[in-house]
């Protein structure tokens, strides 16, 4: 059985395109579904597309992110188990340092969206928002 999820989440996330919605407004994202992919994230990108981000999928539980190595400001918006946002993160900057400062929600999330910064303001989102994700999106289970 795990073997079945595993080969479906690799075909969702190698053939179908991903957006998360909020309201009209869409971004194409890449997923990190791996721990390689959640460790390497967005870093050393040097662009990201206005309509374009990551979305990092995980079991339910706290997940701190930092701008290590990370070349474009960044908003960074946590997702729970119904695609509504429990945190954001606004117009973090880019860190070159050894030690770069981790952001910390303390919440439970499940989904972590990084899009570019200033974005989260325009669209005026804010805690409690409920995105939309446009493909089926399976169970994941370390």
């Given at each position: 059985?795990?073997?079945?999820?595993?080969?479906a989440l690799f075909l969702v996330s190698c053939s179908i395109p991903?957006?998360?919605?909020?309201?009209?407004?869409?971004?194409?994202?890449?997923?990190?579904?791996?721990?390689?992919?959640?460790?390497?994230?967005?870093?050393?990108?040097?662009?990201?597309?206005?309509?374009?981000?990551?979305?990092?999928?995980?079991?339910?539980?706290?997940?701190?992110?930092?701008?290590?190595?990370?070349?474009?400001?960044?908003?960074?918006?946590?997702l729970d188990n119904d695609e509504k946002i429990v945190f954001?993160?606004?117009?973090?900057?880019?860190?070159?340092?050894?030690?770069?400062?981790?952001?910390?929600?303390?919440?439970?999330?499940?989904?972590?969206?990084?899009?570019?910064?200033?974005?989260?303001?325009?669209?005026?989102?804010?805690?409690?928002?409920?995105?939309?994700?446009?493909?089926?999106?399976?169970?994941?289970?370390?």
């Amino acid at each position: 059985m795990r073997f079945y999820w595993l080969f479906a989440l690799f075909l969702v996330s190698c053939s179908i395109p991903h957006q998360v919605c909020f309201g009209d407004q869409c971004f194409n994202v890449d997923l990190a579904v791996t721990s390689e992919e959640h460790a390497r994230g967005l870093m050393f990108r040097e662009y990201l597309a206005p309509n374009a981000g990551m979305l990092f999928v995980f079991s339910e539980g706290v997940y701190q992110f930092w701008m290590k190595n990370t070349l474009i400001p960044l908003d960074i918006i946590w997702l729970d188990n119904d695609e509504k946002i429990v945190f954001l993160a606004k117009n973090l900057q880019p860190c070159k340092e050894d030690s770069c400062p981790a952001i910390d929600p303390g919440l439970n999330a499940s989904f972590v969206l990084e899009i570019n910064a200033g974005l989260t303001e325009r669209l005026e989102l804010k805690v409690g928002d409920q995105a939309h994700f446009s493909s089926v999106f399976l169970p994941f289970s370390p």
